[in-house]
């Protein structure tokens, strides 16, 4: 009876974080704020310019050429990770990689950037922008390589950065990010749609605001940098361009924002349908950290009867080990670890997923824990705090079969959490 309910919870928890993912749908989305907020018409021979970044690139894309009329003179280009690349009619799709840069988004920077500089004040530029965009369309500054933005990123990701001090980092260093494409269009008028995976759907933090704006300035980075300790953990290029260059004068070109879908739906979402109790303020911050205060708000209902809680959020990890995983699968050991000490009698499961369908560099989205998971490994001969050190989540929760496994979902608007107890 015990493990059947146990599998019953498992099963509600999934349908539960499709429920949001499927909120977050980008075409979906993306038809519904076109409606509200139209491509204007083109002008005096102008030329429609739709530039689509993030991991949602191929079904915004597709959507936003299906309201454009044939007869105008159009050019797409979307680039997207590997595993959500699919064909879209009258667009270049461009693959590459994600979470660090490569070659093949350096190159569609590249392409990005020729065609803006053509631009003329008929033109409109459709930006569409979703989570991702950040690693997939690398445009280093003079002076800077590709394999230095690799490093870069690599340190970033490893320090426990938050992801509005990471794209403040990254910003800096671009000719793309932080109201780049805004600067190399002009004249053109740019129209950007974007789908959040930023809490607080801060624009300027999404994709890095490559068609929004800076969230500070070169002195700002420097300044972060420093107060972080990694900046002698830098390439000397990257250094020497902190210490040495001026701050760059930007004139932007017109420009109308649309935020399409945030977190927020996702977790209204989710918890509509497992009618579960909605947590507005958002998971943030260190995932120990974060981990506490889930088990504080379980901790409040335990003996009341059957509840769930949905929350959405954006956790770090601070890297110290060497071994595999991600902010959700590290999330959800952790508060199985917590739970387990309060020694529940009733049935439960967390689940922590990423709405992209991929948590870190793994082929998993996250982790679904239950109360038999500790106990589990425990039998199989592991130590739980050896995983935790390690970073090795991943390796933890595949010994007992926890690993939450979507698949790229063609969306991302962060991550979503949800407890269920019987």
Known sequence: MNNQTITNLRTNAITAFQAGISAADPKKALKIALEKTPIPLIKNNGSYIIISIGKAACKMAECALEAIPKSEKTYAIAVTNFENIVPVEGC???GASHPIPCINGFNASKKIINCLTKTTPNDIVVMLVSGGSSALIPAPVDGISLEDKVIVNKVLISSGFDIYETNLVRQSLSLLKGGGILEIATPATVHSYILSDVLGDDLRVVGSGPSVGPLGNLSDARKLLKNKNIFSLLPINVQNYYDYSLP??????KEHTSLIAGNANSVRAMAKKINATLVLDPLIGDVQDAARKIVTLIAKQIGKGPFSIAIGGETTVKITGSGKGGRNQELALRVACELELLNIITPWCFLSGGTDGRDGPTDAAGGLVD????????????????YLESNDSYHALELVDNLLKTGATGTNVAD???FISA
């Not at 760059?248 to 070109?253: E, G």
């Not at 109360?371 to 050896?386: V, Y």
């Open 416 to 418: 979503l959490q949800l």
């Open 92 to 94: 270049e799709v461009i």
């Open 371 to 386: 109360n038999t998971t500790i106990k589990r490994i425990i039998q199989k001969g592991k130590n739980i705090n050896d």
């Open 248 to 253: 760059p004068n930007k004139l932007f070109s």
